[in-house]
């Protein structure tokens, strides 16, 4: 990973804290609202737990837009990628502080009490 030559924005080493635990098992603002999620998302830096772009309030690009965290790591079982916000790329990097994953018994769309029969047509 090379630092960026953009004009003050942070390289990726400076987007990266390896010892920051997730915020929780769940999109932190849909837990607060009641709301739902169909996958989960993970700042690199601050270890905030958002949903995906799919999702419909869509809470992990909004942390970026925010803060200006621009490395997410996915937060779903089995994955491993990340996503830089300002070079539009994906990319494989470092493992974060565990966990690595929302629990493996948590339904995708989740939690499973609070998504609707419809959801399908509720997503991006």
Known sequence: ??????????GLEESLDLTVPPSGPGCAECESSDGWWVHLRRCAQCGHVGCCDTSPSQHATAHYRESGHRLMRTYEPGEDWYWDYVSEQSFEGPDLAPPIAHPEDQTTPGPAQRVPENWRELIH
């Open 1 to 10: 990973m090379t630092a960026a030559d953009d004009g003050g924005t942070p």
